[in-house]
């Protein structure tokens, strides 16, 4: 690891001024900037550890919204008792995601900046094409092994799948992400790779995240979040959904509902070509697994990654069910 | 933190490093910290990068925190930090500066009394070559302490962050079932 200079933050302003100079690099859990610095991608010029910050990591949920400071810790969040009642999908993609050590480091602003990576990204010593890494040096994935890389979103330049759990349950739920000046949806906030596979978020220097906010829904209410993988846990997703339900009072049309992927997209995915075909329709396994199918319009896959493009249809309608029979 | 490594706002886009009580710059890469471990505080001279598992291991020379990935995989450099579990591999020793921070040397009482999960997976026979033992009971401790131990299953779950290469998993869980129904007790 290359060595840098280190300074701590105690305000967010400090912080902003620190992120616009050139070379900086926030640190808040470490979990992706120590580590991506270890195996030689991150080479900050100075690190600013902005973990010290006070008033930035409260959780304040209702049914009507939640509020999350940036540096709120992934478990404190999973574990937070409105959260889990109010946005289930959102508990679940915590508690699902990496290891109990790592959720107790990591927060919730810099888990949205964590990068999209494979392994070809993590691996410069003997990969040296990438074009996350240097623009235009082309990509390793692509010819190689490709069993964990994305089929949605991807371009000539960048393949990898965004490892995230959490920003698909809030892309589903229509979440903001708050940069001080600016408010963003979370799902325009990650950009898919096409020509620039090198920006991975619409964050400028000097743009700091304070905290996200997800909108409360009946559809929120009624959600969860299921992740398929090769290993029960601590795994990247092979295919994951973060789906909300709500019905017409009679119990079995659909009045609302929320679709969104991960482990199969270069950014977290949301399936409206599922919601609309499944909007004024019966609750219905047929129906459900047909309108599914629709996720996957436009995939391209690299052959040994193929299999997600079956898996993610059915990872939603079982989703989808699984709500249904919590009626 | 001593002053030199706190910021004010770079107003002229350049950061005006503080100046030691000496009167000299201090050098830009080299940190002095305060750590507290297990109760104790330690005055440590440190590249900014040096991780907390570095530090304890090659400057404080408590090695029962184990390297084992060093890349925050397996688990075995579990140290908590402020009573939560978190990885020293991937913790900057200069970001824990003010922190509690308690490895498995400062689990034990005093009197050399055993944690209730340790005397658990000597009971129980949760290792075998023990490589991982230190980052399994750490993570144990607080694996009880948050509520996630609550079922055979919980527990699988919970600990998913902890590696095994000799497979003692199941012992492991024997171990923390154990630990836990001791403590609720």
């Known amino acids: 690891m290359r060595d840098f200079s280190y300074f701590r933050a105690d305000n967010i302003e400090a912080a902003r001024n620190a992120a616009a100079l050139p070379g900086a690099m926030l640190l808040a859990g470490g979990t992706t900037l120590v580590d991506l610095a270890k195996c030689g991608v991150a080479e900050p010029a100075t690190v600013i550890d902005i973990s010290h910050i006070e008033g930035l990591n409260a959780i304040d949920a209702s049914a009507d919204r939640a509020l999350i400071g940036a540096l709120a810790k992934m478990s404190h969040v999973a574990d937070n008792a409105e959260v889990k009642s109010f946005f289930p999908a959102v508990s679940e993609a915590l508690w699902q995601a990496a290891s109990a050590q790592l959720r107790n480091m990591a927060t919730i602003g810099g888990n949205l900046m964590q990068r999209t990576r494979c392994p070809y990204f993590r691996d410069p010593a003997n990969f040296p094409a990438c074009n996350k890494r240097v623009a235009g040096s082309g990509c390793s994935a692509i010819g190689g092994v490709t069993r964990g890389h994305a089929v949605l979103g991807v371009s000539e330049a960048c393949i990898a799948t965004y490892p995230g759990d959490l920003a698909v349950a809030l892309v589903a739920f229509d979440a903001e992400v708050d940069l001080g000046e600016r408010k963003l949806k979370v799902e325009d906030f990650f950009l898919a790779p096409g020509a620039t596979a090198e920006q991975e978020h619409d964050i400028r220097p000097g743009e700091v995240i304070t905290a996200i906010e997800i909108p409360g829904s009946a559809a929120a209410r009624r959600s969860t979040y299921i992740k398929v993988r090769d290993r029960q846990s601590y795994e990247f997703a092979a295919a994951s959904a973060a789906v909300g339900l709500e019905l017409e009072g009679d119990g079995r049309t659909i009045r609302d509902i929320r679709v969104a992927l991960g482990g199969v997209a270069t950014k977290p995915w949301r399936a409206r070509a599922v919601e609309d075909a499944l909007k004024g329709k019966a609750l219905d396994e047929a129906t459900i697994r047909e309108a599914s199918e629709l996720a996957m319009e436009g995939a391209v896959d690299h052959g040994a990654n193929r299999y997600k493009i079956a898996l993610a249809p059915r990872v939603i309608a079982r989703a989808i069910l699984k709500l249904g029979e919590t009626a | ?185």
Request: glycine share 10%; with cysteine.
């Open chain 2, 1 to 185: 933190m001593t002053s030199q490594t706190i910021i004010d706002p770079p107003e002229d886009g350049h950061f005006r490093n503080g100046i030691a009580a000496n009167g000299s710059t201090p050098s830009p890469t080299t940190l002095s910290l305060h750590l507290t471990i297990n109760g104790e505080t330690h005055a440590l001279d440190i590249e900014p990068r040096v991780t907390l598992l570095d530090a304890l291991r090659e400057r404080l020379h408590l090695t029962g925190t184990k390297k084992g990935c060093d890349q925050g995989q397996c688990g075995a450099c579990t140290v908590h930090v402020d009573g939560e579990r978190v990885l020293a591999c991937l913790t900057l020793a200069a970001q824990v500066e003010g922190r509690s921070i308690t490895t498995i040397e400062g689990l034990a009482d005093e009197d050399g009394t055993l944690h209730a999960v340790q005397a658990a997976f000597l009971e129980q026979d949760a290792f075998q070559c023990g490589y991982c033992t230190p980052g399994q009971i750490m993570s144990a401790v607080a694996c009880i302490r948050e509520g996630h131990a609550g079922s055979d299953e919980e527990i699988r779950e919970y600990m998913a962050g902890n590696l095994c290469r000799c497979g003692a998993y199941p012992n492991i869980v024997a171990a923390v079932r154990q630990a836990a129904q001791e403590l609720r007790s």
